[in-house]
């Protein structure tokens, strides 16, 4: 490890945190009694946590030349300023879980013109910075697999929700904007 990649690591993850519990505290108001998550949000805590305990991999085979440090940073600012815009978006609409209200409208303008969950977008690319950070092929291999799966279970879970409530609307929705996650990829 170069000299001074723990200590990116550690102020990224200072970042990561203060991010996310910024988040938790702007939303807590916008949660209501009935979540339909079915769990999934532990899921995804589930994940994050596994992808963070990643960056300690004991097992460097195949490592990435230092620019990958550089990636990294990148793509968790990026993935931190993409989350936090798509939930500015969304408003009083964005929730930490899974549920609609009577008054809620389907959001298909600015980042949710680009793909379905920009929200979720952030916070893989924000992970899977930090990992960029350890040069770490496996690590950052492994991170993917681990964030795409919980994620793709939490994505299922909120179309279903959201195609119960809206119906048809969700399902032109869907057409329009046919990627989930990242443009021409899922």
Same mark, same amino acid.
């Given at each position: 490890m170069f000299h001074y990649q723990s200590t990116i690591i550690y102020c990224?993850?200072?970042? /990561?945190?203060?991010? @996310? +519990?910024?988040i938790k505290n702007k939303t807590s108001k916008n949660t209501s009694n009935h979540s339909k998550d079915?769990? %999934?949000?532990y899921i995804i805590i589930a994940s994050v946590v596994l992808s963070i305990a990643m960056l300690n991999n004991p097992i460097k085979p195949y490592l990435l030349? @230092? /620019?990958? =440090? !550089?990636?990294?940073?990148?793509?968790? =600012?990026f993935g931190i300023i993409f989350r936090l815009y798509a939930i500015h978006y969304l408003g009083k609409a964005f929730t930490l879980?899974?549920?609609? %209200? *009577?008054?809620?409208?389907?959001? &298909?303008?600015?980042? !949710? &013109? +680009?793909?379905?969950n920009p929200a979720y977008t952030g916070s893989i690319l924000s992970i899977l910075g930090l990992s960029f950070v350890?040069?770490?092929? +496996? &690590?950052i291999l492994i991170t993917l697999i681990?964030? &795409?799966?919980?994620?793709?279970?939490?994505?299922? %879970?909120? @179309?279903r929700v959201l195609n119960q409530h809206f119906g048809e609307t !969700?399902? *032109?929705?869907?057409?329009?904007?046919?990627?989930?996650?990242?443009?021409?990829i899922w």
């Open positions: 990224l993850l200072v970042l /990561w945190g203060l991010t @996310e +519990l910024f079915q769990g %999934t949000r030349p @230092e /620019w990958g =440090i !550089y990636l990294g940073i990148f793509l968790m =600012i879980n899974v549920q609609t %209200t *009577d008054t809620q409208k389907l959001i &298909s303008s600015g980042p !949710y &013109s +680009l793909v379905r350890t040069l770490n092929i +496996l &690590s681990i964030l &795409s799966i919980a994620y793709a279970i939490r994505i299922r %879970t909120e @179309e !969700y399902k *032109d929705y869907c057409q329009k904007v046919r990627y989930r996650l990242f443009p021409f």
